[in-house]
């Protein structure tokens, strides 16, 4: 059965519940982030707030209650304003593999079309498979892999570089020619 969850970017009065969800996704799933738990703990409030009120922080509802979120934040160089970062991503344990991931992440490339971007990227673990196909329905492919990413626990953890163009300038499958005509 697909939930249907309401999309809309959080606000200021979300926060807690934002950091409650996050501290989930990192608590179960911390190979799955950049950030540890103590480190998005040390994010001060004003900094989400302002991400708020940037557009950047975005959530599915299933009635009041946040059950995933994601970041989309635009790069603030000027050569490289067509383009954001997508994450950190996270869907609540109970409402994973029910259509809220695919609902949201289409939402974020809809916002991030209306912000006049060109291409969104992001990273993922290496091992994490299910986020990959996620992500490859939606339009995104990959480009390289981050060696290294992080180290958990004293252990490599490798990510996969993907990308989503936006526009009709480069075709999703053009990124893996890319990619392949550097690495031979």
């Known amino acids: 059965m697909t939930r249907t969850a309401t ?26 982030f ?20 940037r557009g ?21 160089l000027m050569r490289m304003s067509h383009t954001a970062d997508l994450g950190p991503f996270y869907v609540a ?6 259509g809220v991931a695919k609902a949201l992440l289409g939402r ?3 916002h991030a079309t209306e912000q006049g971007l060109r291409q969104v990227e992001l990273c993922v673990d290496l091992e994490n498979t299910s986020a990959q196909a996620l992500y490859r329905q939606a339009g995104f492919r990959p480009f390289g892999v981050r060696p290294r ?16 163009p936006l526009d009709d300038m480069l075709a999703p499958d053009d990124v893996a020619n890319f990619a392949q005509q550097v690495l031979g």
């Open 7 to 32: 999309l809309r970017s959080l606000t200021a009065a979300d926060i807690a519940a934002l950091r409650s969800l996050w501290r989930e996704g990192l608590t179960r799933f911390p190979l799955s």
């Open 34 to 53: 950049l950030l540890t738990a103590e480190e998005a703990d040390g994010i001060p409030d004003a900094v989400l707030i302002n991400g708020c009120e």
């Open 56 to 76: 950047d922080y975005w959530g599915a509802f299933w009635g009041e209650q946040l059950v995933a979120f994601a970041a989309l934040r635009k790069n603030g």
């Open 93 to 98: 344990e109970g409402f994973q593999r029910q």
């Open 108 to 110: 974020m490339l809809v």
């Open 149 to 164: 990413s992080v180290v958990v626990d004293g252990r490599p953890r490798h990510d996969v570089l993907m990308l989503c």
